[in-house]
T-cell receptor, first 112, second 117 residues
């Protein structure tokens, strides 16, 4: 079965500092991988996705992620955190049946 | 255009009652998904519709949960004899239909927060 593991349920960074949110996947076939963001009381919003094209994927709001097959990782980064980045972030992998498996989420706090 | 909408946004009910949660997908999207997000967890897959039929209902936790999509558009998730453990945010997503193995992006609604007292 496919799954994703997000290391660190809570991450705090200072405003302007690097954001690094970790995600490792388990998949027997090349996966499609995603990062979603969820602001309080809102739905999930797609940040970026990897679908076997370029391994470095750029998304919205300055986020990017690199697919590393050798490490089975798809970590999310942003060079400089903004206060508005405070939210819950979910990594997800999709099955051949177009069904998402989500990680447990990482709550990002940005300290002014 | 309009996104995925879900009603109600909040539902409070008593243990043992029956509830219905509604999802209006994006117009033209033939695929529809239901997920459940418990507190502190990521969304968990419940059921997937392609058109009017349930293509995969392997995520439904038990027979108290049922979903329909009679006309291939709006879907209703039905929960009988609700239990406190059913309290969660229920998310709906829709996408274009199958496309030869490539991925179609799922667009999520804001969810319905169900509280069972």
């Amino acid at each position: 079965a496919q799954s994703v593991t997000q290391l660190g349920s809570h991450v705090s960074v200072s405003e302007g500092a690097l954001v690094l949110l970790r995600c490792n996947y388990s998949s027997s076939v090349p996966p499609y991988l995603f990062w979603y963001v969820q602001y309080p009381n809102q739905g999930l919003q797609l940040l970026l996705k990897y679908t076997s094209a370029a391994t470095l994927v750029k998304g919205i709001n300055g986020f990017e992620a690199e697919f590393k097959k050798s490490e089975t990782s798809f970590h999310l980064t942003k060079p400089s955190a903004h206060m508005s980045d405070a939210a819950e972030y979910f990594c997800a992998v999709i099955t051949t049946g177009n069904q998402f498996y989500f990680g447990t989420g990482t709550s990002l706090t940005v300290i002014p | 255009g309009a996104g995925v909408s879900q009603t109600p946004s909040n539902k409070v009910t008593e243990k043992g009652k029956y509830v219905e949660l509604r999802c209006d997908p994006i117009s033209g999207h033939t695929a529809l998904y239901w997920y459940r997000q418990s507190l502190g967890q990521g969304p968990e897959f419940l059921i997937y519709f392609q058109g009017t039929g349930a293509a995969d209902d392997s995520g439904l936790p038990n027979d108290r949960f049922f979903a329909v999509r009679p006309e291939g558009s709006v879907s209703t998730l039905k929960i009988q004899r609700t239990e406190r453990g059913d309290s969660a945010v229920y998310l709906c997503a829709s996408s274009l239909g199958p496309s030869g193995g490539s991925y179609n992006e799922q667009f999520f609604g804001p969810g319905t927060r169900l509280t069972v007292l």
